[in-house]
């Protein structure tokens, strides 16, 4: 998610920017930039890289202008580079725009803007806003942006500055967040609350389709049909920290609680009637022996999801290895290989190293990742990405469930480009669009969640049991557990407890088990049963319809399709692990041992 900052006002401008866009570093970003307002000249100055980068090429300059806009990029169309970075402006360096989101609509609006002689220099949706602007400019600004705002389809927060009006912002928000304030004699906006912080605690949080327009000590701020509404002012109780966690004590909590947002940002302009994905029209899966999933931990469960939609629609071979083993084991891999590889940062080693051996033997690689530009990215034939945003968290999350999304929307394509007909797809994509409001509702269920983590608290161990679906969302649920609250905690078929693990279950044993899959419930429940009888204090996961008599604790998903429920599944489960390791007093951002990308073997 990139960082916006905003400042016209009585004071400097460029020491509220840097300071704005320091606060904002914990985002994650790949480039920096602003523009100063000089008389009737705008200054920029971007560059590819970290903020010194940026302050390196200003402390040349002797910038005393009052009036500027800031930007950190985390690219999402578009490498890094200069030409890439934000602010934007037009060819006559009237206008200049920073942005945030992702315009769905971008490739239409800049084919429209070319017939009409405009060149673009960068490869970035975002560029078009401003040339958009600029063509429609007669000289009212607010009348201009309003338009410009009613093209635009997808995500801003946008900021804009005109030679024009040499001390007026004006600010555009629809889906991306946006943060004003003002004092006496200046008035600035950022996208979160830590870039402000330091100035103001009062604060308003601009609503989507609203317009806000900054002068010196004055915001003015408008509806969708250019009426002026009255701001809400927001006081913010806690400090720069926190605000950096948005109000939450830990990253992890914060990200979690991003899922609807980066879920649906991840699906933007993926979805329509059927499945957007033009990087994958070229791949026919009849092309190909045999299709390989590779990627480590949490990302290597996310492989698993994918492997088992794949073999519900298909009839190709799919095999789901951990990275770790595939580089070792005797795979049989050519140009008949297709081979996906998924990784949050882009940098695990032995993911690393598995593409390259693939790549050697020549066969067609596709890289999931939510890093723009990361190795895997570079190195692959096929990038695709989440918008998850940088995960700080080492216990991934947000990661996690965008790439159950993305994953399950490619498996839909690649099964449609290959000739196979999707059993209830349209059901299925319904489904996958109401995933954004579907986590909300079921983050709303930590109360519950947090009781049941109680069970816990004396426990050094607890075990997660699931079949087939479920396996993979007891597995994911397992790893979150033993992370971050050091319990130890094994996931089993539910089936093979006879053979075996239930020798382990004894009086006060917590087991977590999952029945989401109706074909499978009854057989489910009845190992579920075989433990109570030995003692386990027992917490079932199901589906609406499927229930138990003899459990006590119980809770239900919202209704979704079969095959999307572990998306909500594992929402529980995250919570449970984070509710778990509070008990326990352990460190939820930064568990022992652990590191958030694994770069060496
Ligand atoms: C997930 O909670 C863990 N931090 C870890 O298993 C992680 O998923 C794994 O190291 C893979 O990382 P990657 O997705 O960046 O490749």
């Given at each position: 998610?990139?960082?916006?900052?905003?400042?016209?006002?009585?004071?400097?401008?460029?020491?509220?920017l840097?300071?704005?866009?320091?606060?904002?570093?914990?985002?994650?970003?790949?480039?920096?930039?602003?523009?100063?307002?000089?008389?009737?000249?705008?200054?920029?100055?971007?560059?590819?890289?970290?903020?010194n980068?940026?302050?390196?090429?200003?402390?040349?300059?002797?910038?005393?202008?009052?009036?500027?806009?800031?930007?950190?990029?985390?690219?999402?169309?578009?490498?890094?580079?200069?030409?890439?970075?934000?602010?934007?402006?037009?060819?006559?360096?009237?206008?200049?725009?920073v942005?945030?989101?992702?315009?769905?609509?971008?490739?239409?609006?800049?084919?429209?803007l070319?017939?009409?002689?405009?060149?673009?220099?960068?490869?970035?949706?975002?560029?078009?806003?401003?040339?958009?602007?600029?063509?429609?400019?007669?000289?009212?600004?607010?009348?201009?942006?309003?338009?410009v705002?009613?093209?635009?389809?997808?995500?801003y927060?946008?900021?804009?500055?005109?030679?024009d009006?040499?001390?007026?912002?004006?600010?555009?928000?629809?889906?991306?967040?946006?943060?004003?304030?003002?004092?006496?004699?200046s008035?600035?906006?950022?996208?979160?609350?830590?870039?402000?912080?330091?100035?103001?605690?009062?604060?308003?949080?601009?609503?989507?389709?609203?317009m806000?327009?900054?002068r010196?000590?004055?915001?003015?701020?408008?509806?969708?049909?250019?009426?002026?509404?009255?701001?809400?002012?927001?006081?913010?109780?806690?400090?720069?920290?926190?605000?950096?966690?948005?109000?939450?004590?830990?990253?992890?909590?914060?990200?979690?609680?991003?899922?609807?947002?980066?879920?649906?940002?991840?699906?933007?302009?993926?979805?329509?009637?059927?499945?957007?994905?033009?990087?994958?029209d070229?791949?026919?899966?009849?092309?190909?022996?045999?299709?390989?999933?590779?990627?480590?931990?949490?990302?290597?469960?996310a492989?698993?999801?994918?492997?088992?939609?794949?073999?519900?629609?298909?009839?190709?071979?799919?095999?789901c290895?951990?990275?770790?083993?595939?580089?070792?084991g005797?795979?049989?891999?050519?140009?008949?290989?297709?081979?996906?590889f998924v990784?949050?940062?882009g940098?695990?080693?032995?993911?690393?190293?598995?593409?390259?051996?693939?790549?050697?033997k020549?066969?067609?690689?596709?890289?999931?990742?939510?890093?723009?530009?990361?190795?895997?990215a570079?190195?692959?034939?096929?990038?695709?990405?989440?918008?998850?945003?940088?995960?700080?968290?080492?216990?991934?999350?947000?990661?996690?469930?965008?790439?159950?999304v993305?994953?399950?929307?490619?498996?839909?394509?690649?099964?449609?480009n290959?000739g196979?007909?999707?059993?209830?797809?349209d059901?299925?994509?319904?489904?996958l669009?109401?995933?954004?409001?579907?986590?909300?509702?079921?983050?709303?269920?930590?109360?519950?969640?947090?009781?049941?983590?109680?069970?816990?608290?004396?426990?050094?161990?607890?075990?997660?049991?699931?079949?087939q679906?479920?396996?993979?969302?007891v597995?994911?649920?397992?790893?979150?557990?033993k992370e971050?609250s050091y319990?130890?905690?094994?996931?089993?078929?539910?089936?093979?407890?006879?053979?075996?693990?239930?020798?382990l279950?004894?009086?006060?044993?917590?087991?977590?088990?999952?029945?989401?899959?109706?074909?499978v419930?009854?057989?489910?429940?009845?190992?579920?049963?075989?433990?109570?009888?030995?003692?386990?204090?027992?917490?079932?996961?199901?589906a609406?319809?499927?229930?138990?008599?003899?459990?006590?604790r119980?809770?239900?998903?919202?209704a979704?399709?079969?095959y999307?429920?572990?998306?909500?599944?594992?929402?529980?489960?995250?919570?449970?692990?984070?509710?778990?390791a509070k008990?326990?007093?352990?460190?939820?951002?930064?568990?022992?041992?652990?590191?958030?990308?694994?770069t060496?073997?």
């Open positions: 998610m990139c960082g916006i900052t905003a400042y016209t006002g009585k004071g400097r401008a460029l020491p509220f840097i300071q704005g866009l320091e606060k904002l570093e914990y985002r994650g970003y790949d480039s920096a930039g602003i523009t100063l307002v000089d008389n009737k000249e705008l200054v920029t100055i971007k560059t590819k890289g970290a903020l980068a940026l302050k390196e090429q200003l402390s040349t300059l002797r910038l005393d202008q009052k009036a500027g806009i800031g930007h950190t990029r985390w690219a999402t169309h578009g490498i890094p580079s200069n030409l890439n970075s934000h602010p934007h402006t037009n060819a006559s360096n009237t206008l200049s725009i942005h945030n989101g992702i315009i769905e609509n971008y490739q239409s609006i800049k084919e429209g070319a017939m009409q002689g405009y060149t673009f220099v960068s490869q970035t949706d975002s560029e078009v806003i401003v040339h958009l602007l600029d063509y429609y400019y007669q000289g009212d600004m607010k009348a201009t942006l309003q338009k705002m009613s093209y635009l389809e997808g995500s927060a946008l900021c804009v500055l005109n030679v009006e040499p001390e007026t912002i004006y600010v555009a928000k629809k889906e991306s967040p946006m943060v004003l304030g003002m004092d006496e004699s008035a600035f906006c950022a996208s979160d609350i830590p870039a402000l912080i330091s100035y103001t605690k009062d604060m308003i949080s601009l609503e989507d389709h609203q806000a327009v900054l010196p000590g004055t915001i003015e701020i408008f509806d969708q049909q250019g009426q002026k509404v009255e701001p809400k002012i927001i006081h913010i109780p806690y400090d720069l920290e926190a605000a950096q966690k948005n109000g939450y004590d830990t990253f992890m909590e914060k990200e979690m609680h991003e899922q609807p947002y980066v879920i649906k940002e991840t699906l933007r302009g993926r979805i329509e009637n059927s499945i957007v994905m033009p990087e994958l070229s791949i026919d899966l009849h092309e190909y022996d045999h299709v390989y999933l590779i990627a480590c931990g949490t990302a290597y469960h492989s698993l999801y994918a492997q088992y939609l794949g073999r519900e629609w298909m009839d190709i071979p799919i095999t290895v951990p990275a770790s083993e595939f580089r070792y005797n795979y049989i891999v050519n140009d008949r290989s297709l081979c996906i990784s949050q940062s940098e695990t080693a032995d993911t690393l190293a598995a593409l390259k051996m693939c790549l050697e020549n066969a067609m690689t596709i890289a999931v990742s939510n890093v723009l530009d990361s190795s895997l570079r190195l692959a034939h096929i990038p695709m990405y989440t918008c998850a945003g940088p995960e700080i968290a080492v216990a991934s999350t947000k990661a996690y469930t965008t790439q159950l993305l994953l399950a929307a490619m498996m839909v394509k690649l099964a449609q290959s196979y007909e999707v059993k209830d797809i059901q299925f994509i319904y489904d669009k109401q995933i954004p409001n579907l986590v909300k509702k079921t983050l709303e269920k930590k109360e519950i969640i947090e009781q049941y983590a109680k069970l816990l608290k004396d426990q050094r161990d607890a075990y997660f049991i699931g079949r679906l479920d396996y993979v969302n597995l994911e649920g397992a790893l979150k557990l971050i319990v130890h905690a094994d996931a089993y078929y539910a089936g093979e407890l006879k053979h075996g693990p239930i020798a279950i004894d009086q006060g044993t917590v087991v977590i088990a999952l029945a989401t899959q109706k074909e419930a009854a057989k489910t429940i009845s190992n579920i049963e075989e433990t109570i009888a030995r003692g386990a204090n027992v917490i079932l996961i199901t609406p319809g499927i229930h138990s008599e003899k459990i006590e119980q809770i239900k998903i919202e979704v399709h079969p999307l429920s572990g998306i909500l599944v594992t929402v529980l489960l995250q919570l449970f692990a984070f509710y778990t008990e326990k007093d352990c460190n939820v951002d930064q568990p022992r041992n652990l590191a958030k990308s694994v060496v073997e």
